[in-house]
């Protein structure tokens, strides 16, 4: 059957009309592969794998869908031609959901438009392929190359470095960048990304440029990018785009140092308030925002926690950087405490979201003075309470956590009205948050629930000892102590 | 920070458990400050304090001291700059009187043997623990003023000599980076002026530290000053001659004898030239993990002619790390496992456990040996580095009992730096 043929009777089949855009792809293409992923065409048949078969598939799975032809399967998505709203000569992409009763999200673009962009940027991914694989053919006959059996590295900063970006087995960036001591700053010669379907817009993007800042912090150059080809990425555009970034050099193909911070800032999500207190803090020359934001792209404190001590510990570049030593035992003791809370809330919110069994509930943290205020995507219980009770969450409905893991139980009763007091006028569910080390006390019933109680708060447990978060902290400190502030 | 003070008993402070974790606690704090095993020292007394403050939370009485008089107790317990005990013994605490009232000290003694301090967590107090740590203003006391004029074509070294100097008309430590130049860039309107300052002003990694350091490291000339003092002098004493010369028998004498004028002594200024002895300019080196090293001295004595005659002898800084070098050295200054095993050590206490390894191999080979010439095979590891050559300078400006420096021409180093395949010499330090 020929693919005039072919493309005839998928037609016939579905009682569509196909637009002449996809139309023309089916007839040079066949089938294909856009962004890294499937495009369903031909041949003509009712598997999954063609566009006949995913359509069929999708008005069983969305009877109410019958005027769209589905050209990707991802998981339960599909990526469809919305023909209710095309042409004859093109439609726009929809993003269908199977189990899903939502009406097709539009994703902006014709079919022929996201075919053309596919095309250039195959052309910009060949090439920045093509100049990569120079780059290392080079670095080879120079004798620099990684060597995984022995973890050797041999590159220097000066040397060009090809870097990949992965996220669940997909690559979702490539980039070769190194440190030049002409203006002492990072060069980029090729910086390559794309999606990966199941993270939100740029993130491909975003992956590359923390890892080119955070390679210019950690070399110690000042933090000022500037690209080879005197062009920045359309995609890094888009992303500072949305970041509200306007770059002074655009046309030279440079992000400057106070750039470049405030987008590696913006990447990292560091609050607004936070980021005026560390500037604060910067004119003190106690820490800096690039420093912060190392700490947080190394995975050495989460955002939350970043946030938290910022805002509430004392000697905040003691506590982020694991300045103190344990010598100097006062000064360390407050530091684990303020550590310790910053961690509890984290594994807090690590039990959140995965208490539900089927998906991963979505958490949303902001800090108010020293409370986190959490908004979560689904209902769910969180079972940290005593004698094997739940606590229920409700989408829509707040939660704000006291942490307060303490480990010094002494002026308990003092403490515990001084942490009713920071709940006063607020709504929503209120929890303290404790480690299993306030079991111990021999009155904990009679002191905490009668006091608890009379206030409508709650209080949730943590299955681990204070001493166990010790441990989490001082391997934090022992790793944030390796690097500048 | 907030505090609370919790009294043990006497009884309670000698029970055996605890007399064994109080001497724990005190040996691993001497050991940390020791730089000896500080990894397991550090796990060690922080294990012990935490037992201590559990027994004190259960044992203890909570006993109220104003903040201040904890301050002051915990400021006389800093004395060294770097441990502080969360507990003092009362029978050690000098003076107590000071702290506390007459009955209260006296209730205090006569059945507690310590107060153990524990941290109020989640408090706002206004408690403060002072380390010491007030050494930027020494480095910039001395009386060279004058630093050499460097001309090198290498563009790191010239941006690390750059760097030398802003540390030593600065006082701040010569950094990996220098954030304040970093910040002071950012501040500034990107101007073609300030970019080219900040160019000339930006900061580079320590490589080529050892021939930069090198030349900064003698003084053009002593230091002299130049002082106005009151001598005496010898003059004509014109009134007494005038009188003398009118008396008669003077007259007689004179005919006969020609007699001598009388001469007086004033005071008069008169300007002298000192020498004085030399105030090195000291600098300090901040390292990647944020801690800072103790003083380094550069313009520290005058150049001299150095002894060509001295015995060689080769050796590698760390050993372990260039196997090539087996072959080559006789021995190593320091043993690549010291300084592994101070993988929780900051940078700055590798510094330190170099400079104490580097001394006292330096003190050794001058007690057995007439003065040599080291030939020093560099093996990387830049704290390594600071600390031996620290060390060298340490051991050449030690001075007798009339100030007069006794290793002076005894030892030399020649740093041996790896180029390709070859050992290059850098400029002899002596």
Redesign the interface.
Known sequence: MTKQMQISLIETELKVRIPNSYGDFLWHRGSGVAFGLPILGLPATYEFSTVLGATSLLRIARPECQNYLAIRIYDDRMLCLDLTRGNNIDAPLVEIYLNSTDSPRDLGKLFSEYIKDDDRTKLEINSGLQRLENLIDTNNENGLQYNHTDNSVPFKARHWRVHRCCVHDLVVGLTAFRYN?N??GIEVDTFLSTEHPNYETGHGTKALLALILADAYMK???MEVRFVANRIPATVLSVLNNFEIKL??ENEGVI???ES?SIFSSLLGIQNDVKAIIQEL?KA?EL?LQGICFLINRRVWAIEEINWLIINA?RTKAVI?G?D??????????SL??GR?ALAFSKLKEKIQISSEDEKIETQISIRN?LFVVSISKNCFIDWLSEDESLPLKLGETLTVRS?P??????IVE?IQLDIKAFEGLEGKKVILYTNDILKLPDFNSIYLSLISQHKLNYLIIPVSS?ELNDEV?SKF?KA????? | MKITALAISKTDWKNQTISVVVQQTKDSARKILKGIDISIERKRFNNSCRILEKYAIQKGVEIKILEAKIQEILDKSTSDFSVLLPFVELDKLKAIKDYFDGNENKKLLESNAAIVFVVDEYSFGNININLRDNKRPEMLISNIHEFNQIDTNKIEQRRFDEQILYALTTGDPIGWINIELVRQHENKSETTESKAQFEAQKLLRHEGLIACLREHVYAAKQPTVIREVMVDKSVVDEEANEEREKSFGFKIANLFIKQSTIMKTIKVKQSITEVLEIIPRKIQFAFEDGSISDYFPLYSMVEIVPNENLQVIKVALISNRHFELDSIVETCIIRNSEISRLEEATIAQQEKLSFEKAEAFFTEVLEKTQGVHIELYHTGLEPAVIGTYRAFLKKVLEKNNKGQFYNRGKLIITPKIKRGEEYDSLKKWY
């Open positions: 001591e203006f002492n110690g150059t000042s002074q050099q400057n140092h106070s911070i910067e020359k800096t004392p950087f300045r030593n344990p010598e100097v035992r006062l000064l360390y003791s407050e405490s303020f809370c020293d307060r303490r480990s010094a139980l002494i002026n403490q001493e001082i022992k102590r390796r690097y500048r502030t």
